[in-house]
């Protein structure tokens, strides 16, 4: 086997970075050499280290679409990190871009130092940089077969899937032994169903205060537990807003590191759109309410959110249409029909690809050979 150097750009948030590194575990396992290229201020300076793999900078930054003095600051960004792209690239058999503005310099310096470029779409909407990306990659990768229209026809595209990470994907394999520690180290009841819901690592405070509410509305159902990881920033304000009923068992807690605990714990889960909740909540096999974040660029959330609807894995409420009532009414209605939340389970663990990352890996070292 030829050892191959793997340098994977991309990051700025959590979505780019965990399919990066998920991705990068299977290369490194299969023997191959693997750098990350990022921003100085993004996910990946904290994320990238720790998971053990060296990372370099560029002070890349967001593209603006309307036009004021901040929409210049990216391309100049662009230009001054072209150098430090193209000594890295030199030194790499291949350019996986994982989308996000760090990617842009990147596979600008890949085509420019005649090396392969990969780019992965995560959502259903593409993104500008792997829209970029995608007109001198040698293959792109998609989450969502609905993504192939983004890209020029002529180009190569393989419906891989989102790479989520191996903690998660135990979940459907190890979900009652980790039903049980959740209980534990959440506080759960081991004879209620389980409602989890959150709005991503910083909570989502729209989302928060209906379900604070719609707590208000469920509360004497002594059959239901709800838990409702808010972020740190809305933890104190939605604490003081759950009813302390003696029968509806509500937990709230500001950040999980675990996200592992709650989605083997969870009946349902209540959430945003996210390319990466979404491949976790698939690859879990779990059925979803899902509320897509509205400004999300391209409505792109709404898009992940509706391929899943259509599979028949989730149910949809848009942002203004989420209430108190509406929330607690539909979390009523889908608890109420077992057989419906059965199927919708099925329908998400079909639409889930737990293989994505070595679907990914593959792809990669293809276009190399």
């Known amino acids: 086997m030829t050892r191959r150097r793997i340098l994977v750009a991309g990051g700025g948030t959590a979505g780019h970075v965990f399919p990066g590194l998920a991705t990068a575990n299977v290369l490194r396992e299969r023997g191959h050499d693997v750098r990350f290229l990022g921003t ?10 720790a998971a053990g793999y060296p990372l370099e900078t560029v002070p890349s930054r967001p593209f603006v679409r309307a036009f004021s003095p901040r929409a210049l600051e990216a391309p100049v960004a662009v230009l001054r990190a072209f150098g430090t792209c193209r000594r890295l690239v030199r030194e790499a058999d291949v350019v996986l871009g994982m989308g996000g ?14 090396r392969p470029v990969v780019v992965h779409e995560q959502n259903a909407v593409t993104g500008l940089a ?4 995608g007109r001198v990659a040698a293959a792109i990768a998609v989450s969502y077969a609905e993504s192939r229209r983004w890209f020029p026809r002529r180009r190569r595209v393989v419906v891989t899937g ?29 004879d209620r169903r389980t409602v989890v819901l959150f709005g991503g690592s910083q909570g989502a405070l ?9 707590a208000r509305l469920l509360a004497g159902r002594d059959d239901l537990q709800l838990v409702i990881l808010t972020g740190p920033a809305h933890h104190e304000a939605i604490s003081g807003a759950v009813p302390q009923d003696p029968k509806l068992l509500v937990r709230t807690i500001p950040f999980l590191e675990r996200m592992e605990l709650a989605y083997a714990a969870a009946d349902l889960v209540v959430s945003r759109a996210g390319a990466t909740t979404i491949a976790e909540l698939t690859v879990s096999g779990l059925p979803a309410v899902l509320v897509p974040y509205p400004y999300a660029t391209g409505r792109h959330q709404e898009a992940n959110a509706r391929a899943l609807q259509r599979a028949g894995g989730a149910s949809i409420l848009l942002d203004d249409q989420v209430t108190a009532d509406s929330l607690a009414a539909r979390i009523e209605d889908l608890l109420g ?21 070595e679907r990914l890996a593959d792809l990669v070292l293809d276009v190399v050979r």
């Open 40 to 49: 100085d201020r993004g996910q990946e300076v904290r994320l990238v280290p």
């Open 101 to 114: 503005y760090a990617s842009v310099p990147a596979v600008l310096a890949a085509r420019r130092e005649h």
């Open 130 to 133: 792997n829209r970029v990306g």
């Open 162 to 190: 989102n790479p989520v990470r191996e903690v998660i994907r135990t979940v459907v394999h190890q979900r009652e032994a980790l039903r049980a520690e959740a209980r534990v180290e959440l506080g759960l009841a081991d």
């Open 206 to 214: 729209h989302l928060n205060q209906a379900a604070a509410g719609a």
């Open 337 to 357: 029909f077992d057989e419906r939340v059965r199927a919708m389970a099925e329908a998400s663990a079909r639409f889930g690809r737990p293989d994505a990352a």
